[in-house]
Every structure is written in structure tokens, then in C-alpha cells.
């Protein structure tokens, strides 16, 4: 791996030191190395499963405490052309079981009107072009002229509602209002989007304010640095260029937006996937599950901050009781004597509570007892491809599991003194990973930080809850717009 000439030019303007380049490439490629599991979480061994006494109880823990302000976080950067992928087959005229199912259900999808409208605009009568079974360039005006499959999946319309179609964006501003209210009546909304598409964010927070124009409401944008994107790499290990020469940068992945994490002010951050919105009708159920989260936070953080407040007191008592707090909070187990400083260091972490359901088929992560460089084993969310499939005992262990990711988070990232953690400490750089992409007419091996609730958080002190999947609504198709839980 060396730089040419030209390099020197392009990587000063991304503010990259050409002479550390090289040597920065080659020490995140030297730490890479598969995640050591030693058994799924279970139910009674690393997932909490709650009683409904403990539900209500930690519902009221949320209700009554105005200490914490809170806010919600959630990535929106991505494209909806994943959704859409199945459509291709459209196109060339070959069909599936998805691509019929999309057919046969089209006016049912809640963007039909949408759809319709922009057809119009266009001097195109969609209803005639579907009796006449127009499929192909139903999809081919999708695709190109109106760029409907293009869209930021965050202003997809995914439910309709009496007055009409709404947005993933607007519906998570509709469902966090139910949760997430400070005492000021203000509602925080944090999400991260790319910069090419802020105008079509603003418009879209436009119509979100008319709509709630009865509710206080921030919403703040913001997006992935271009400092943490990362170089392509050619299979031989060398740099991928384009055709004009120079190296080709890819968004590192979401672990970049650890520091758009980090720019909330909030002390209590509820952070989900943008696709993962149920129609209103749904949102009892979930709203409650939402409040047992943070509540369960609240109730853990208050303990731990006491904790640590008593210890720089030289309280005692205050070591013992830690010990026995981290063994039954969090899971550490202690082979040998440990000093308050390491009890200490053990309590000075972020914290995450992770609502995980029941594994039903759904691709992703799930959550694992993980073995640490440091001989600790810990909670931690692990995804496929952090893990050495070919050694049969970790592909045994995968397998085993009972417990799926849905990304049903809430976290206190401020310490006991209200001051921010350096999120960054806490990050398994060894978690970083390759992937193969297609790019500029090659396969290029896309190098990506820690994931931002895998390795990114593997420092944080964790604790899983089981939460029904009746909570769980996630878009990964068009198709899945078809699911009762979309549905009025």
C-alpha cells in the first residue's frame, strides 16, 4: 500500500495527514479480529424478564422523575432504494414472490396517493396504466422520472391515516411526543441525515410543525463527519481508485455517528431505527414498553451515580455494595480482589438498557455474553459478521440464540456529575470490519468503524430487557408496509 503523487492534493483536503494516512489504514486493519463469544443471552442469564409489578413500577419510576431531560435519536441517513430492491425484477420482466405480492397490493400501500399525485404531475394516469398491467413503466417512472425509490427512507410515506398519508419522519415525531416530553412541554428530536438532502429534511420538518403546531418540538439535524469516512481497498489489500485516479472514500458506517451521539444535551437519549414505526393504532403497547426502558434506566443510573458519589466520599460501605451492584446489575464477575479505583472504573461508564424480543427470523444482531481482551466477559450486541462463522463452536453458539436486536435503546451518557462521558473510550476498535461493495464498476472492500451499538458500545455498562414483539415494526421491504402493524 503506497500513496502516489495526486494523493497528497486530495487527502489535505479532506484535513488527512498524508505521512500518518498509511500507518492509521494499517494499525485499524492489525486490530480487526473476529468477537469471542461465549453464549447467547437468555432469558434469566443476561436478559431481564420483567414481572408486571416491575413493568408498572419502572413505568411510574419514569412518570414521576422531571430530573432527567430526554430526547430521541435516531440515524435517517438511509436511502429507501433497499426497500425497493425486489422491483428489478420487475423491470426485466421476470417475477417473484415479492414482486407479485407488491403488484397485487399496490393501491393498498399507504404512498398510493402520493404516487398518484406525482403521476399526475407528470400528465400520467396511473390507475389506467395499471388495468392495463403497465408494470414496467409504472416502475421506470418510480425509478427515474419522479426518483420515488430514491428517496431518503425517512420521507417515505408509511401509514395513512384519515387525513392522509404520513411520513417515517413525521410518525416518529408523532410517537416520541407520547414519550420523550420534558417538564419545559419541549420534545427533542435528534436525527442524522446526508447534506445533500437537508432541503428535502426541511420541508419535511416544515409540514411536521404545522402538523403539531399545539406541541413545543425541536428537531436538530445532523450529519455523518467526513473525517471518519474511510478508503476503499482492493482485494490484493491496496487502495481503490476511480476511473480519474484518485482513492475512493466511503462513509465509515453508522459507529461514525458516535460523535453526532455525543452532541445531544439531553441526559436520557432513546435512540431506534428510522424503519422501525408502527401506525398509531399499535402505539399502547409500545409507548408502555418505551417508559418500563426508561424508567429501568433512570432506576439503574440514580444507583450508580450514588455509587460513585460515596466512593469519592471513601464511604465504607460504598465498595462492597458496588461490587455487589455490578455483579447483579450488569453481569461482572470477579475471580479475585478488586480495588475501589477498578470498582470505581467499572461504575464510570455510559449506560444502556436494550429492550431485545424474541428471535422470529429477522436478520441482525442479537445479544451475546462476549469473552474481552481484558479476561472480563460482558453484555454485548453482536451482529453476524463480527463473528468467525467457520469455527463450529461460535457458529453453535449463533444458532442458540433466542434473541433478536430490534435497536430499542435508551442511554444516560452523562456522568454523576452531569458531566458528558468521552464516548470514544469505550469503543472495541477490534470490531471494525470489511465488507464487500460494488463501486465504480469493481468490488472494492469497504473498511467500516464499530458499529454504533455493537463495537462502539462495547465499553458502555449494558443490560438486556425483554419487550413483546408486538413492539417491533421494522420496514426492510416495501412488502413489510403490508403487515398489520402498518395498517389503520
Request: hydrophobic content about 35%; aromatic content about 10%.
Amino acid at each position: 500500500m503506497h500513496l502516489q503523487e495526486t494523493d497528497t492534493e486530495q487527502l489535505l483536503q479532506r484535513n488527512i495527514s498524508p505521512s500518518q494516512f498509511i500507518d492509521q489504514i494499517k494499525l485499524i486493519l492489525e486490530k480487526i479480529r473476529p468477537t469471542k463469544i461465549e453464549k447467547p443471552c437468555i432469558p434469566g442469564d443476561g436478559i431481564e424478564c420483567l414481572s408486571p409489578i416491575e413493568c408498572n413500577h419502572y413505568v411510574q419510576v419514569f412518570e414521576k422523575n422531571t430530573q432527567y431531560s430526554k430526547a430521541l435519536f435516531i440515524p435517517a441517513s438511509g436511502a429507501a432504494t433497499r426497500m425497493f430492491k425486489h422491483l428489478s425484477v420487475v423491470e426485466s420482466f421476470e417475477m417473484d414472490q415479492l414482486s407479485e405480492e407488491f403488484i397485487v397490493h399496490f393501491k393498498s400501500f399507504p404512498f398510493f396517493p402520493s404516487l398518484k399525485r406525482k403521476f399526475s404531475e407528470l400528465g400520467f394516469e396511473i390507475e389506467e396504466m395499471i388495468r392495463q398491467d403497465e408494470w414496467h413503466s409504472i416502475i421506470r417512472i418510480m425509478c427515474n422520472e419522479i426518483s420515488f425509490i430514491g428517496l431518503p427512507k425517512a420521507l417515505i410515506p408509511f401509514h395513512h391515516y384519515p387525513f392522509g398519508e404520513t411520513t417515517a419522519l413525521l410518525d416518529q415525531v408523532r410517537e416520541g411526543l407520547t414519550y420523550i416530553k420534558n417538564k419545559n412541554d419541549k420534545t427533542v428530536f435528534h436525527f442524522t441525515i446526508s447534506p445533500e438532502i437537508k432541503a428535502l429534511f426541511e420541508l419535511e420538518k416544515e409540514i411536521i410543525f404545522q402538523h403539531f403546531k399545539e406541541e413545543q418540538i425541536e428537531i436538530h439535524f445532523s450529519f455523518q463527519s467526513t473525517s471518519t469516512d474511510t478508503p476503499a481497498l482492493k482485494s490484493d489489500g491496496g487502495l481503490a481508485r476511480d476511473k480519474s485516479g484518485k482513492i475512493i472514500f466511503r462513509p465509515a458506517g453508522h459507529g461514525a455517528l458516535l460523535e453526532n451521539l455525543m452532541e445531544i444535551n439531553e441526559d436520557i437519549i432513546f435512540i431506534k431505527n428510522i424503519d422501525n414505526i408502527a401506525h398509531a393504532q399499535w402505539e399502547e403497547e409500545i409507548i408502555f414498553y418505551k417508559r418500563v426502558l426508561g424508567g429501568f434506566l433512570i432506576d439503574v443510573a440514580d444507583k450508580c451515580h450514588q455509587l460513585l458519589h460515596r466512593i469519592e466520599q471513601k464511604d465504607s460501605f460504598a465498595s462492597q455494595e458496588a461490587k455487589d451492584f455490578l455483579f447483579q446489575t450488569f453481569g461482572y464477575h470477579f475471580n479475585e480482589e478488586v480495588h475501589e479505583g477498578k470498582l470505581y472504573d467499572m461504575l464510570y461508564r455510559p449506560i444502556r438498557v436494550c429492550g431485545m424480543v424474541r428471535n422470529e427470523g429477522e436478520p441482525g444482531g442479537g445479544p451475546f455474553w462476549v469473552l474481552q481482551s481484558n479476561g472480563q466477559i460482558s453484555k454485548q450486541i453482536v451482529e453476524k459478521n463480527q463473528v468467525d462463522i467457520g469455527d463450529p463452536a461460535q457458529n453453535n453458539c449463533l444458532h442458540n440464540s433466542t434473541h433478536f436486536n430490534p435497536v430499542d435503546i435508551v442511554c444516560c451518557i452523562n456522568d454523576h456529575n452531569r458531566k458528558k462521558y468521552n464516548l470514544q473510550k469505550f469503543v472495541d476498535e477490534t470490531t471494525s470490519f470489511i465488507s464487500d461493495k460494488f463501486q465504480e464498476g469493481q468490488v472494492i472492500k469497504a473498511l467500516e468503524l464499530p458499529g454504533l451499538w455493537n463495537g462502539s458500545m462495547a465499553g458502555w455498562n449494558t443490560i438486556f430487557v425483554e419487550v413483546p414483539n408486538s413492539t417491533f415494526h421494522p420496514v426492510k421491504t416495501v412488502n413489510d408496509l403490508l403487515r398489520p402493524g402498518h395498517q389503520g
